[in-house]
């Protein structure tokens, strides 16, 4: 009867032992796993980041080129406006010594 109760002390010391170093490496493959799932994301968030960065920076160069943009275009107006005035004066001006060189001959 003792080599019975031993057998099973040690066959449930044994086994205790055997589950606990299963329950340790089920332990660690899901620490491992979990870490990688941080690395993973931790690279997804740098990526995302850098992504937003690069954007935002695309934005600020498209700003700033709608500026000069509309800046150029004021300019342009401003001198269209400018060779609209002119063109109205020439033209007025033409046709005024026209009308004076035709009434002058028939006079």
């Known amino acids: 009867m003792d ?39 931790k690279a997804k968030d740098k990526l995302v980041s850098e992504v937003i960065l690069d954007l935002k920076k695309k934005i600020e160069e498209l700003e700033e080129k ?13 001198k269209l406006a400018r060779m609209e005035e002119r063109l109205i004066l020439s033209a007025s001006n033409r046709a005024t010594r026209k009308r004076t060189k035709k009434q002058t001959p028939e006079k």
């Open 3 to 41: 080599n019975e109760i031993l057998v099973s002390i040690l066959t449930a010391v044994t086994s205790a032992l055997g589950i606990k170093e299963i329950w340790l490496l089920w332990k660690k493959r899901m620490e491992l796993n979990e870490e990688k799932a941080q690395k993973d994301s």
């Open 66 to 78: 709608i500026d000069s943009l509309i800046e150029e275009n004021t300019m342009l107006r401003e």
